[in-house]
């Protein structure tokens, strides 16, 4: 089943692209460039919402893996 019809699987691949981004931005700050066009402006954009929502990323990220680790 893809990611786009089922909810948690969306959500999963959302987090996984805002933690990635978030690191990318802190380990190569050169790649990620606002004005760039493409996948590096949509990289920037997850690594933005992952500096300025952290703590609700890192809490969403730790109930997907509680989800993951206890579903059926």
Do not use: H, W
């Not at 809490?59 to 680790?69: D, F, P, Q, V």
């Amino acid at each position: 089943m893809s990611a786009l019809f089922n909810f948690n699987s969306l959500l999963l691949v959302i987090l996984l692209l805002i933690c990635t981004s978030s690191y990318i931005k802190a380990q190569a700050p050169a790649f990620i460039n606002r004005e760039k066009k493409g996948i590096p402006k949509l990289i920037y954009k997850f690594a933005i919402i992952g500096e300025r929502l952290s703590p609700y990323v890192s809490m969403g990220c730790t109930a997907m893996a509680i989800y993951t680790l206890f579903q059926k």
